[in-house]
């Protein structure tokens, strides 16, 4: 008798296990294919973006570059796009520029290798127009809770691709008089250099082309508005100073170095169509 009942208890509990196992099979099975998130809302997806931006240099060291200017951007996907960039700007200068000035000379002194002010000043760029155009790849998205109450969707952003500047320097012929820089001059180059690079044209302006690195968050604040927060590395070919950075006696094409301009960035995104899609 207690045999028969052990035997049917065992039994009893083979069973049930089998039906929890094939239950849980039936739930795997029934989830695997399915979406990650249901009723997931498209923030990007096949949308233009236009964002009207601010953004400063944080790591000038003559003059801050500071403007205003424009983002537009296409989302392929939840992941990739395409987008360009441009601003105008006006320049500042720095603080190392005011504790410069107050050690130059007032008047100009060709016996000494210290520029005066006159010669400081004419000699530095600015950057009146800069931009990129670019790939972004957005790896990373999500949500962000405040209280457990208000939401609020965001994503991380990477971008790579050319950047576009131009620079402009103002050197008056009073102050950039040698004509040759470095070079005999005069009838039969008979005249030596005269080794004196504060009167010898800065060679800091024009346009210049280089790499273009981005990366940045976006934190919408409705389906079709975000803010827009950037770091932006503009890399091209400048000699901020305009002055013989080589130490030769003579300002040349060579005291020209690849330079890193990062700027920071706000802006206000907004998404086209205004309408957002979602997932089934």
Not at 105 to 120: C, G, I, K, L
Not at 217 to 241: E, K, Q
């Given at each position: 008798?207690?045999?028969?009942?052990?035997?049917?208890?065992?039994g009893?509990?083979?069973?049930?296990?089998?039906?929890q196992?094939?239950?849980?099979?039936?739930?795997?099975?029934?989830?695997?294919g399915d979406v990650?998130?249901?009723?997931?809302?498209?923030?990007?997806?096949?949308?233009?973006?236009?964002?009207?931006?601010?953004?400063s240099?944080i790591n000038a060291?003559?003059?801050?570059?500071?403007?205003?200017?424009?983002?537009?951007?296409?989302?392929?996907?939840?992941?990739?796009?395409i987008?360009?960039?441009?601003?105008?700007?006006?320049?500042i200068?720095?603080?190392?520029?005011?504790?410069?000035?107050?050690?130059?000379?007032?008047?100009t002194?060709?016996?000494?290798?210290?520029?005066?002010?006159?010669?400081?000043?004419?000699h530095?760029?600015?950057m009146?127009?800069?931009?990129?155009?670019y790939?972004?790849?957005?790896?990373?998205?999500?949500?962000?809770?405040?209280?457990?109450?208000a939401?609020?969707a965001?994503?991380?952003?990477?971008q790579?691709?050319?950047?576009y500047?131009?620079?402009?320097?103002?050197?008056?012929?009073?102050?950039?008089s040698?004509?040759?820089?470095?070079?005999?001059?005069?009838?039969?180059?008979?005249?030596?250099?005269?080794?004196?690079?504060?009167?010898?044209?800065?060679?800091?302006?024009?346009?210049?082309?280089?790499?273009?690195?981005?990366?940045?968050?976006?934190?919408?604040?409705?389906?079709?508005i975000?803010?827009?927060?950037?770091?932006?590395?503009?890399?091209?070919?400048?000699n901020?100073?305009?002055?013989?950075?080589?130490?030769?006696?003579?300002?040349?094409?060579?005291?020209?170095?690849?330079?890193?301009?990062i700027?920071?960035g706000?802006?206000?995104?907004?998404?086209?169509?205004?309408?957002?899609k979602?997932?089934n």
């Amino acid at each position: 008798m207690k045999k028969n009942i052990l035997l049917a208890a065992v039994g009893l509990l083979a069973i049930a296990g089998a039906e929890q196992q094939a239950e849980a099979e039936r739930r795997q099975n029934s989830l695997s294919g399915d979406v990650a998130v249901r009723h997931r809302r498209l923030l990007v997806k096949n949308r233009f973006e236009l964002a009207p931006l601010f953004e400063s240099t944080i790591n000038a060291d003559f003059r801050h570059i500071v403007g205003g200017g424009a983002k537009l951007e296409y989302h392929l996907g939840d992941m990739l796009s395409i987008g360009v960039i441009g601003v105008g700007s006006t320049a500042i200068d720095t603080g190392l520029v005011k504790k410069i000035l107050p050690t130059l000379e007032r008047d100009t002194n060709n016996a000494t290798r210290e520029p005066s002010v006159a010669e400081f000043n004419a000699h530095l760029n600015s950057m009146p127009f800069h931009g990129a155009a670019y790939v972004s790849l957005t790896p990373w998205y999500g949500k962000l809770a405040a209280f457990s109450q208000a939401y609020v969707a965001f994503d991380f952003y990477f971008q790579a691709g050319v950047s576009y500047a131009i620079l402009t320097s103002d050197c008056p012929t009073t102050i950039c008089s040698d004509p040759a820089p470095g070079m005999s001059s005069g009838p039969g180059g008979m005249n030596p250099p005269d080794n004196n690079p504060n009167n010898d044209a800065p060679l800091n302006d024009g346009s210049r082309l280089g790499l273009y690195l981005g990366g940045g968050i976006h934190v919408f604040l409705s389906d079709f508005i975000a803010l827009d927060l950037t770091v932006r590395d503009y890399a091209f070919s400048d000699n901020p100073s305009g002055a013989d950075f080589n130490a030769n006696l003579a300002v040349t094409s060579d005291d020209s170095r690849f330079l890193h301009h990062i700027f920071f960035g706000v802006g206000i995104s907004i998404m086209f169509p205004t309408t957002v899609k979602r997932t089934n």
